[in-house]
């Protein structure tokens, strides 16, 4: 199984996550979704911006939905600008739901660590603060040794260049995001954001996707 971190050199730019969503709308309703059948199981992950994370998550088979919202923070219903400003202590992480007939949760750990760069703290590219810190909210005691098997297997094989830094802790309350960040790249691909950071790891992600998920 190959790991390849998707990530994309943007030191030189200002396009923050913050910066980027300035002018969206928050009037824009999300489609409503089907009903999720009676074994549809959920993930919680962090892995930097979450309009990112939930484009990647949207393609992996067996993934019924996929909502973009806030956890691990203490202020409660944090706002996109709150936790933007890096006070609520929350990550802005996505919520999987997915069916576990197709797709497992080790195999969405291979992605989660496939698609994001887990060695660096509080930081994706140049997204920087602790909102943006890799994380992993773990469900049951099931996912957390899972997930924590998952990290010492890739630090002892020497994956990274560096010591994964990924917190594994446990289920924490879960805030949906506000409407306009529903399904953001596949509303807003145009955005200067979403052409620079997101399209690139989309794109890398579809060709490597069977190699990431072990599919023949």
């Given amino acids: 199984m190959r790991y390849t971190v998707l990530g994309v050199g943007l030191e030189a730019m200002a ?4 910066a980027a969503c300035s002018g969206a709308e928050t009037s824009v309703i999300p489609a409503k ?9 959920a993930a919680v992950f962090g892995g930097g911006c979450f309009w990112c994370t939930e484009a990647i998550y949207q393609r992996v088979d067996g993934v019924l939905r996929v909502t973009p919202g806030y956890a691990g923070g203490k202020a409660p219903k944090p706002s996109y600008q709150s936790v933007c400003k890096g006070t609520t202590g929350h990550a802005e992480v ?7 007939a197709l797709v497992t949760f080790e195999q969405l750990l291979d992605v989660f660590f496939a698609t994001h760069d887990p060695t660096t703290l509080n930081k994706q590219g140049a997204d920087v603060g602790t909102q943006y810190r890799s994380v992993i909210f773990c469900q049951d005691e099931t996912q957390k040794k899972q997930a924590q098997n998952k990290i010492d297997a890739l630090n002892k094989a020497g994956v990274f260049p560096k010591p994964i830094v990924t917190v594994v802790g446990s289920a924490a309350t879960f805030y949906e995001a506000e409407d306009y960040h529903r399904n953001y790249f596949g509303r807003n691909g145009g955005q200067p954001y979403c052409r620079a950071v997101i399209a690139p790891k989309v794109r890398k992600f579809e060709k490597s996707k069977a190699d990431i998920l072990g599919a023949d």
């Fill in 33 to 41: 979704e089907a009903p999720l059948p009676e074994n549809a199981t």
């Fill in 94 to 100: 996505v919520r999987i739901m997915y069916d576990p």
């Fill in 15 to 18: 396009l923050l996550c913050c």
